[in-house]
T-cell receptor
Framework: RKEVEQDPGPFNVPEGATVAFNCTYS??????FFWYRQDCRKEPKLLMS???SGNEDGRFTAQLNRASQYISLLIRDSKLSDSATYLC?????????FGAGTRLFVKA | DAMVIQNPRYQVTQFGKPVTLSCSQT?????MYWYQQKSSQAPKLLFH???????NEADTPDNFQSRRPNTSFCFLDIRSPGLGDAAMYLC???????????FGPGTRLTVT
């Protein structure tokens, strides 16, 4: 079992759609959680941290369920500029593990 | 202003010819990381420094070495590049090992 698993995608959605990404992690002792965005041939950039209480940043909402070892990212009202790969990232204190990413294509 | 800088952005080296990639940061972060990322794959952690303490991942080949002469700079040395080492090499920093990471733009390495 992979340490961090994500929906492989790609997700192809029209502008304005709501899209949800899921991620599971294997180490119950994991301490911190993030979503990163990576554009083609660019470096990953932090999108948002993920907290047990859930957190929202504009059109983006992240949720963490520690009991199920599950992380989600919801994007509302998708824009063309949201097209990218979304990486689920889990930190175990001394080690950061990236998921393979989910590709999103938003089309006009 | 760039906070994590990598040079060069593109590097071509010959099979077996040693190559050094560099990374510098203006964030004064304690931790610096090197990742290898191949096409359509997740970034794979090679090693990290917490201050001067070097932490090697168990599956990082001996062919890869690193140096951190001071807080701002970190180098990745590939002693004898093979064709399989062609990849994007990403440097990242963080305040502490459980904090979010800031990435540099990466160095794309080609091995001929």
């Amino acid at each position: 079992r992979k340490e961090v698993e994500q929906d492989p995608g790609p997700f192809n959605v029209p502008e304005g759609a709501t899209v949800a990404f899921n991620c599971t992690y294997s180490n119950s002792a994991s301490q911190s959680f993030f979503w990163y965005r990576q554009d083609c041939r660019k470096e990953p950039k932090l999108l948002m941290s993920v907290y047990s209480s859930g957190n929202e940043d504009g059109r983006f909402t992240a949720q963490l369920n520690r009991a199920s070892q599950y992380i989600s990212l919801l994007i509302r009202d998708s824009k063309l500029s949201d097209s990218a790969t979304y990486l689920c990232v889990v930190n175990e204190g001394f080690k950061t593990i990236f998921g393979a990413g989910t590709r999103l294509f938003v089309k006009a | 202003d760039a906070m994590v800088i990598q040079n060069p952005r593109y590097q071509v080296t010959q099979f077996g010819k040693p190559v050094t990639l560099s990374c510098s940061q203006t964030l004064n972060h304690n931790v610096m990381y090197w990742y290898q990322q191949k096409s359509s794959q997740a970034p794979k952690l090679l090693f990290h420094y917490y201050d001067k303490d070097f932490n090697n991942e168990a599956d990082t080949p001996d062919n890869f070495q690193s140096r951190r002469p001071n807080t701002s700079f970190c180098f990745l040395d590939i002693r004898s590049p093979g064709l399989g080492d062609a990849a994007m090499y990403l440097c990242a920093t963080s305040r502490d090992t459980d904090k979010s990471e800031y990435f540099g733009p990466g160095t794309r390495l080609t091995v001929t």
